[in-house]
Structures are given as C-alpha cells and as structure tokens.
C-alpha cells in the first residue's frame, strides 16, 4: 500500500513562511510527477504545483505563481513546498499526491492544514 505523509503545516501570520513536506514510503514513486493541492472550507480542491520525476519541469497555478515553489530529493522520496509571502487566502488543508500516469494522481495523503492570520 503506497503511503504519502504530508507535514509543515501550521498557523502562521500573513507574509510569513512554511514549508510543507511529503514523504512517500515507496522508492517507485520517485519516478511520479508529483504535485500539492489545496482546498480551503466551501471551495473546490484546487492544483496549485507539481514537479516531474526528474524535478527539471515545474507547473504553479497563478495563486501562488512567485510566492511557491516546490521541489523533491528523490533520494530521501521526499516532495517539499516552500510557501512564501503566505496570505490570508492561502488557508487551506494541504494535500500531496502522486501521478503514475500523465495527470492522474492515484495516490493521496492525509493532508496537512495551514492557517494564515491577518
């Protein structure tokens, strides 16, 4: 059973900082696109970064296009996302999830919450 464990979230004050992390308990998975979505209460989950296996390509929703970045060390089969300049707006549960196949992410993790005050 694949598993992906999101943690880094928190509270934190608006143009602060956090770092997200997942960690995936199986070394396949380092060959996934990876990527973190978000979903904030009443929205819709929305795709916010993702990364090929090789982390040479990046795609960032326009949300966080500047403010995000995401990254992975496959050697530690591990996704980070640097979240920067953190607005009241980014407050959303986290997810990470994996893509065996081109766009499908067939794996989830539990999530991960992060709060911004004002």
């Known amino acids: 059973q694949v598993q992906l464990v999101e943690s880094g979230g928190g509270l934190v004050q608006a143009g602060g900082s956090l770092r997200l992390s997942c960690v995936a308990s199986?070394?396949?998975?380092?060959?996934?696109?990876m990527g973190w979505f978000r979903q904030a209460p009443g929205k819709e989950r929305e795709l916010i970064a993702t990364?090929?296996?090789?982390?040479?390509?990046?795609y960032y929703a326009d949300s966080v296009k500047g403010r995000f970045a995401i990254s992975r060390d496959n050697a530690k089969n591990t996704v980070y996302l640097q979240m920067n300049s953190l607005k009241p707006e980014d407050t959303a549960v986290y997810y990470c999830?994996?893509?065996?196949?081109?766009?499908?992410?067939?794996?989830w993790g539990q999530g991960t919450q992060v709060t911004v005050s004002s």
């Open positions: 990364i090929n296996w090789t982390g040479g390509s990046t």
């Open positions: 199986e070394r396949t998975l380092s060959r996934y696109t």
């Open positions: 999830a994996a893509a065996p196949r081109l766009a499908e992410y067939d794996y």
